[in-house]
């Protein structure tokens, strides 16, 4: 059973930055896609950031060019660096492993983002 871990939420000033980690307990060479979704009270749960392991990358609209995905094969480990955090970006934060594209996948707990002055 694979299990990821997340790290790395907290409170934050808009404008400030947080960098997520994902921790996966085996190796993430066997994912075909590991990617970090978030869900804000009363959404629906929404796509932030995926990476394939071609190495592509695909973003949401309301986070390019100030979130970035990438990995650490090493140490099995995603992370999503965000810069400029707006209050909009309040969420929790959830890492998503996929072996085959049209998987659910596997869920991490989710770790709280809170963008607030």
């Known amino acids: 059973q694979v299990q990821l871990v997340e790290s790395g939420g907290g409170l934050v000033q808009p404008g400030g930055s947080l960098r997520l980690s994902c921790a996966a307990s085996g190796s993430i060479f066997m994912f075909n896609a590991m990617g970090w979704y978030r869900q804000a009270p009363g959404k629906q749960r929404e796509l932030v950031a995926i990476?394939?392991?071609?190495?592509?990358?695909n973003y949401a609209d309301s986070v390019k060019g100030r979130f970035t995905i990438s990995r650490d094969n090493a140490k099995n480990t995603v992370y999503l660096q965000m810069n400029s955090l707006k209050p909009e970006d309040t969420a929790v934060y959830y890492c998503n492993a996929k072996l085959r594209p049209m998987d659910s996948g596997y869920w991490g707990q989710g770790t709280q983002v809170t963008v607030s002055s």
């Open positions: 990476l394939t392991k071609t190495d592509t990358t």
